[in-house]
């Protein structure tokens, strides 16, 4: 122990040095620390920082404490801080209306205010006249709460104030996609009040979730009802957000000097240790200078060029502050506790001089720590031209309590009365130490017993659900109902946890309530929610993915638990465990699975090595009762037995109804996916009225289907060679054709209903009002009630559902029942024969909405990608920050319109996107925007040139698609891959009348040799995507990709076919054709060349600007953003967007790439006092081209493309001596005033 004369004197300046500077204005009533003597606002992040100095000079006395004096300096220090952080909890629970909208809204004005009145406690301005939502700062109030409990001090007296606080971890745990104004309170750095989504705030956020998670607020005198729970997945979406981020803290800041206290002291949440390395270097290389840190790059604050009669700047006056932003020392405090914490002597002895330098001394001999320093205003051109040259002074608040506090901090652990682990009792500093291997413990459960035996044929033995009794296994919707319990309180009235879904990480702990084991299966097998795990190729994708995610992310005592059940869902139509499922089940078996290290087995024998979490929260006796019929509602939850009215046995009975449905069709018609808009326009108005097809589909369209032929689909062969399948349309009399046990799709045509090659059915659709006639709802009814076709059902579903509404009720076999429910068991029927596109069409109308959508959105945004929904160019929705799940289902519907089809789909891809780039983000380098409805388009055109069918047919096909197959035709899309379509045929049995089956929907496989009288067997075609080999149909791809229908855009126009044939007898390379494709998907994409917006940005600030199409980027960006911003490539993004020919457009970035290697080979000697038209240097490459090809006039005319550039020209490879790149150069040196020698020759920099 150290002698009194020499740690006791030391501690009583420190204890002097905090009354005069801290504690001295601490308000006897509340608590609070006022800004200054003028200003009586209390901040809720300068308080906390201020107080953690009185706290870590309270724990100095208690750790050297020989004298009662300083037990009792110490007791008085740690009742300061329990005063100042109960006034703020005070402060906070006057707000609670506002916490109780903000878990559901995630509103600005529903947010808890940064600032309080330090003499009352009260609000001092209103909801909207200040950036009040800044999650970091409640987020640093919960950190600190978490750590001085868990150092011995309790702040928390009721139970009441334990809901509040376990409401205030719902409000910060959205942070992850929650724009908020941030640690400056500024959000947009323009300062216009636009809040942004801030690295700062999610990862302070991520910090404070994960420190008070299981923390018993009442410290050692608690029980079960005072500790705080904490969903791990919250934490962990953080995690990953704040990862892919750093060091970018929001869209208009590539940097920021507050996120060392998000890699640092106090937070420490990144675990990453090289992305801790990332950011600390960018922050010293970008921000360091001689009197601190500057907090952003061409930040304004209090500058000499700010205009102090304002808040908000200009954009264009944003460069009149770069280099001589304000420096805060304050930042070197915090280096130097970096360096403390990390054991970095030289880092801790460089700051400490530099801290020591900028500090000012007082006449009594008080270390104060100033605000920021400032250039003079006589001194700012000489700082312009030389940085970090000129003297500047110390402006703002002195002390600036904050920094006062983290410099007292640094001293004190510095000169060893404390150590960096007693300013952390809860080891946050320690996050990024190596973790062990993460075996994942799986347990496979069967469904009943005849699934058991199914899976035991295969050596496979597994427990039934009710074999693991006394241990229950509840689906992951159950444990939502049981956490939205949590931190209700009916007093205050706040309601709990929002029912937002809940996350493998959760559900992968096993949980105790009273004396039973509950297990909880995971949310992405459930498929009551949505159709994807319908799929069962796609549910073992996702499976592997998840038990990787699980070994990477788990950060808990004990091993995961993942425990799956296998249903009858699952089985194929002859009852039978597929193949895909055994495999995986035996890969299990090995130990190994996709990299990852697990363990199959019983759940039982995993009780005693698997994470368990106590549902302690149930036992409050404030809300028992409903605690009571709660949970007797789950334990004793009964099947349901709702009837099927669509299947009833009794339809074996009924005549068929020979006619077609005066509605036949109107599902497929409801589709807008345009992959040829030019046929698209001569069939149906732009954009599609939902009114005026109705009108089109109760014309007398009555066709028999016998008029009609089979339509020849063209197909793939195992060798790649194209043949012919021919989809038979099904004959309204024939046996098969009826739903046996209300489980058997039919096909209809894959010919368009309005197609010319359908005499019968185009002349009906056109015919007009003499045959037209008004549809008899009491017919449809009946027709319902005698049909077994799975599409004529939804047909006539669809119409009633449309114009009555899904609460009209209506008699199905003598039984009344309402519309919607009638739609559900239609949606199921779909799903159990993995008809895709009626799944897909009927989740639609049901507005059903993926449990992930939000999250997986937002995965996409917060890497600096933008998302639009919606198919261009009418109804296309940007969406630039996340947002709440049902807000963005409601813009998807919105988006689509009458195609709910497309918006089934939009969300499928949403999942798809947001699984690649969590897992694969090289795929999206140099994609800012992800236009979905423009990818539907493309997937749906890359069908078309595959199959070589028409735009509807190929819509068709592409709506059928199964998940799984969705996913890989996206996939290959975005990787450029080529891929071959192969159909496969399912044999579905479908037993006669005399097997008695119908009712029941049994189901088997069959070969082509199997007959019986009384068996009927349809092959169902499926189509599946596939890479193809190197050399697959090389010249037969080079062929389709200039057919007519693979076009994409109105504006182009093609090559006549038929002059296309007669080139193709001439034409002998593989490769013709290939980059006018590529040209056309990295235009639909939006890909643009590695660092293309910071080199853009570099050729705007040579120019006075830079004309697309008619759209001016302006030199003046350049003084506003900075070339790394995000927002200066949105703007950018922006401007190419409004070009609607992809393959024009990416000729319009290979042009701004030759514009940006000239100014990065010119040595800055090249300055342009003009505009530079893109699309002029674009145009008169393509002229050159012409012209040294040498190209007939008649056929140059023939082979115009997008913007009159020539198709050719578009197949051009951009390098080589006769590329593009070598044209846009010339076209370059033709327009730009490029200097010459004296010869008249051009010094070409770029070559």
């Not at 009975?653 to 409801?670: E, F, L, M, N, Y």
């Not at 209300?742 to 368009?752: A, I, K, N, R, T």
């Amino acid at each position: 122990m150290r002698n009194r004369s020499n740690s006791g004197v030391r501690l009583d300046y420190y204890q002097r040095l905090l009354n005069k500077t801290i504690l001295k204005y601490q308000n006897p009533v509340t608590g609070l620390l006022p800004a200054s003597e003028e200003n009586s606002h209390a901040w809720v992040r300068d308080n906390v920082y201020a107080v953690l100095s009185v706290w870590a000079l309270a724990l100095a006395y208690r750790k050297t404490a020989d004298l009662d004096e300083d037990r009792a300096k110490a007791y008085e220090l740690e009742q300061s801080v329990v005063k100042l952080m109960r006034g703020l909890l005070r402060c906070m629970m006057s707000q609670v209306e506002k916490l109780e909208r903000f878990k559901h809204t995630q509103h600005v004005n529903d947010s808890l205010h940064a600032k309080y009145c330090s003499k009352t406690g009260k609000t001092v301005v209103g909801d909207q006249a200040w950036g009040h939502l800044q999650i970091d700062a409640t987020s640093l109030y919960i950190l600190s709460l978490a750590q001085m409990t868990a150092s011995g001090l309790q702040i928390i007296f009721t139970l009441d104030e334990v809901s509040f606080v376990q409401n205030l971890i719902f409000y910060i745990e959205t942070a992850y996609r929650t724009p908020d104004y941030g640690i400056w309170e500024r959000g947009d750095k323009t300062n216009h009040g636009l809040p942004e989504l801030n690295s700062s705030s999610i990862g302070m956020a991520k910090a404070a979730l994960e420190a008070i998670n299981e923390l018993d607020l009442f410290g050692a005198r608690g029980g079960p009802l005072s500790v705080v729970h904490v969903l791990p997945d919250e934490a962990q979406q953080c995690q990953a957000i704040l990862l892919s981020m750093l060091p970018r803290e929001s869209n208009s800041k590539e940097i920021d000097a507050a996120l060392l206290t998000v890699i640092s002291f106090p937070a420490f949440a990144v675990d990453d240790g090289e992305k801790v390395e990332e950011t600390r270097d960018s922050i010293v290389t970008k921000l360091e200078g001689k009197y601190g840190f500057c907090r952003f790059l061409r930040d304004g604050y209090k500058t000499a060029r700010e205009d102090p009669n304002r808040l908000h700047y200009e954009p264009w006056e944003l460069q009149v502050f770069e280099r001589i932003e304000c420096q805060w020392p304050m930042f070197f405090a915090l280096f130097v506790l970096d360096g403390l914490f990390n054991g970095r002597e030289e880092q801790v002895k460089k700051y400490s001089e530099k801290l020591d330098s900028v500090m000012i001394k007082t006449d009594e001999g008080i270390h104060l720590l100033p605000e920021l320093y400032a250039v003079h205003k006589e001194m700012v051109e000489q700082e312009y031209k030389t940085p970090n040259s000129q003297k500047r002074e110390a402006i703002g608040r002195l002390p600036h309590r904050w920094g006062q506090s983290l410099y007292i901090i640094s001293k004190l652990v510095q000169e060893g009365f404390l150590s960096p682990g007693e300013l952390d009792p809860l080891n946050r500093r320690l996050v990024s130490e190596p973790k062990p291997d993460i075996v994942v413990q799986v347990v496979i459960l069967a469904e009943d017993e005849f699934i058991q035996s199914k899976l035991w044929e295969h050596g496979i033995k597994v427990q039934t659900m009710e074999e693991v009794r006394p241990l229950q296994v509840f689906p992951a919707s159950v444990l939502t109902q049981i956490y939205s319990l949590l931190g209700r309180n009916k007093k205050m009235g706040l309601t709990g946890r929002p029912k937002n879904e809940i996350g493998l990480l959760a559900t992968s702990k096993l949980y105790t309530y009273r004396d039973q084991i509950l297990a909880f299966i995971p949310q992405f097998v459930d498929m009551s929610n949505y159709y994807l795990p319908l799929d069962i190729d796609f549910a073992l994708f996702t499976f592997n993915l998840e038990l990787e995610y699980l070994s990477k992310t788990w950060r808990m005592m004990g091993r995961p638990t993942v425990t799956c059940q296998v249903t009858h869902t699952m089985l194929d139509v002859g009852h039978n465990p597929p193949g895909a499922l055994i495999g995986t089940i035996k890969k299990l078996q090995s130990g190994y699975i996709a990299g990852t290290r697990v363990h199959l087995g019983n759940l039982a024998d995993f009780v005693t090595t698997s994470c368990i979490t106590k549902l302690s929260f149930l036992r409050d006796p404030s809300h028992s009762e409903e605690v009571k019929h709660f949970v007797g509602d789950i334990f004793n939850r009964i099947p349901d037995t709702r009837p099927r009215l669509l299947s009833s046995s009794r339809i074996k009975t009924r005549p068929r109804s020979h006619s077609k449905s005066s509605v036949h069709g109107i599902v497929r018609r409801s589709r807008s996916i345009q992959v040829d808009p030019a046929q698209a326009k001569e069939r149906v108005p732009s954009p599609p009225s939902l009114q005026e097809s109705l009108k089109k589909f109760e014309r007398g369209i009555t066709v028999d289907r016998e008029q009609s032929g089979g339509v020849p689909i063209p197909t793939t062969s195992a060798h790649g060679r194209s043949h012919d399948v021919e989809f038979p349309i099904q004959r309204p009399h024939s046996p098969n054709l009826h739903l046996k046990g209300s489980l058997h799709p039919l096909h209809y045509s894959h010919q368009s209903p309005c197609s010319s090659s359908s005499p019968q059915l185009f002349h009906f659709f056109h015919q007009g009002t003499k045959q037209e006639s008004i549809i008899n709802v009491d017919e449809l009814v009946e027709q319902l009630n005698n049909t077994e076709v799975l599409h004529e059902q939804a047909d006539i579903i669809h119409y009633l559902y449309l114009h009555k509404g899904p609460d009209w009720e209506i008699t199905i076999d003598g039984k009344k029942c309402y519309i919607k429910e009638l739609l559900v068991e239609l949606y199921e029927k779909a799903g159990h024969w993995k008809h895709w596109g009626l799944v897909r069409h009927t989740a639609g109308l049901l507005k059903k909405r993926v449990e992930e959508l939000a999250l997986a959105a937002t995965d996409l945004l917060v890497r600096q990608k933008q998302l639009s929904v919606g198919l261009p160019p009418d109804r296309e929705r940007v969406i630039m920050r996340p947002l709440p799940p049902d807000e963005l289902a409601k813009i998807i519907f919105d988006a689509c319109g009458e195609d709910l089809s497309t918006a089934s789909l939009t969300q499928e891809l949403l999942i798809y996107l947001a699984m690649f780039i969590r897992t694969e983000p090289k795929l999206f380098n140099e994609m800012l925007r992800l236009r979905v409805g423009l990818i539907i388009q493309v997937m749906a055109s890359e069908l078309a040139r595959t199959l070589k069918c028409t735009g509807d047919e190929a819509s068709e096909h592409l709506m059928n698609l199964s998940p799984f197959e969705m996913k890989t035709l996206l996939h290959h899309i975005l990787s450029g891959k080529e891929f071959v379509i192969s159909t496969g045929y399912i044999h579905t049995c479908v037993p006669g009348p005399a097997g008695d089956l119908r009712g029941v929907g049994v189901s088997r496989w069959t070969t082509d040799s199997e007959t019986d009288e009384h068996t009927n067997v349809e092959d169902e075609c499926r189509l599946s995507v596939s890479t193809k080999k190197v050399g697959e149909e090389a010249t037969e791809f080079a062929r389709l990709s200039r057919k007519p229908h693979a076009k994409m855009q109105k504006s182009i126009h093609h090559i006549d076919p038929n002059d296309l044939e007669k080139d193709d007898e001439g034409v002998e390379s593989d490769r013709q054709g290939q980059w006018l494709r590529r040209r056309r998907l990295d235009g639909a994409l939006n890909r643009v060349p590695v660092g293309f917006y910071p080199r853009v940005w570099k050729v705007l600030k040579m120019c006075h600007g830079l004309v697309i199409e008619g759209q001016h980027l302006p030199h003046s960006l350049t003084r506003e953003m900075t070339p790394g911003e995000f927002k200066f490539a949105l703007h950018v993004e922006m401007v190419l967007n409004r070009i609607p020919q992809p393959e024009y457009r990416q000729l319009m970035v290979e042009a701004l790439m030759v514009l940006t290697l000239l100014t990065e080979n010119d040595n800055s000697k090249l300055s342009f006092s003009t505009l530079i038209y893109v699309d002029k240097i674009v145009q008169t490459a393509n002229a050159i081209y012409l012209k040294d090809q040498k190209i007939p006039s008649d056929v140059m005319e023939h082979s115009k493309g997008a913007a009159g550039i020539s198709l050719h020209f578009y197949d051009t490879a951009p390098s080589g001596r006769f590329g593009t790149m070598s044209y846009l150069c010339r076209a370059l040196a033709t327009i730009l005033p490029i200097p010459v020698d004296k010869d008249a020759n051009v010094d070409c920099a770029v070559s």
